[in-house]
């Protein structure tokens, strides 16, 4: 069996004093999809951080497709890697955040290929035909031309998503990617993220979308103070936990999701 395309062994995060992550441990294989639920401060979009390495873990350590995350092993301990290097790693992990992060004065499609031609080296031709592509995929292709002020929130995630992409990376993280848009658009991110995961892309989602994560993860973590309290199936954490502290959390989230409309 091949190794798992992300591993977190004990990973502790540290602000001051404030312990945001208290040994959280698991593993995603590849292909999977893994989405992380609990309520807000309770880790989950530092620990995303960690998996890419915008927060470096105060102990512990996670490892993608067989490398260490930010490190480098000398002996028995490891070592911190320059940030030139980390930024490399960081092309084979894409994220997706809640507030979009486009560049404003860039088009959408002058976004998407920033990366790889700056990054990946890649020749303006090949980049433009990729963003080209991956706007068709998420449903841009007419927008190509357009500027973040343009375009709708949802549309402006579905770039981000793009942009994300056109890396070609060998997981995406998605932290929150729903929260910051109006109701009637988050439908048309999930679809995106439903196609990309129906392809078999290694994914990581921290959400408050539960029907999405019942419906779509391969596995569901639920996250509380900074600690993993239950890993499992959709059908076993959020269809029949046992646990009492995930069980009020699903109910709290239900009763305060919105009444549907006609």
């Avoid at 992550?21 to 989950?44: A, D, M, Q, T, Y």
């Avoid at 890649?122 to 433009?128: D, I």
């Avoid at 343009?150 to 990617?177: H, T």
């Amino acid at each position: 069996m091949s190794e798992p395309m992300v591993i977190a062994h004990d990973v502790h995060k540290q602000f001051g004093s404030l312990e945001v992550l208290k040994g959280v441990s698991f593993e995603v294989e590849r292909g999977e999809v893994v989405c992380l639920i609990g309520p807000s401060g309770s880790g989950k979009s530092t620990l995303l951080r960690c998996v890419n390495h915008l927060e470096a873990p105060t102990s512990g350590w996670v490892s993608v497709d067989g490398e260490f995350v930010g490190y480098r092993r000398v002996g028995d301990r490891l070592h911190e890697l320059p940030e030139r290097q980390v930024c490399a790693y960081r092309a084979d992990v894409g994220m997706v955040f809640q507030s979009f992060n486009l560049f404003p004065h860039m088009t959408a499609l002058q976004n998407i290929v920033e990366g790889p031609i700056r990054v990946r080296g890649e020749s303006t031709a090949v980049a433009r035909d990729r963003a080209r592509r991956l706007l068709d995929r998420v449903g841009l292709a007419h927008k190509a031309d357009r500027h973040p002020k343009q375009l709708s929130g949802g549309e402006q995630q579905r770039v981000a998503i793009a942009r994300a992409l056109a890396m070609q990376p060998k997981v995406m993280l998605f932290d929150e990617p729903t929260s910051a848009l109006d109701p009637e658009l988050v439908g048309e991110v999930l679809t995106v993220l439903r196609d990309l995961a129906a392809d078999g892309m290694t994914m990581m989602v921290a959400t408050h979308e539960i029907a999405f994560a019942a419906d779509v993860a391969d596995a569901v973590i639920f996250m509380d103070q900074g600690a993993i309290v239950e890993h499992g199936t959709p059908q076993a954490v959020i269809g029949g936990s046992r646990n009492e502290r995930t069980r009020r959390f699903l109910s709290n989230v239900r009763r305060e999701a919105p009444a549907p409309t006609d």
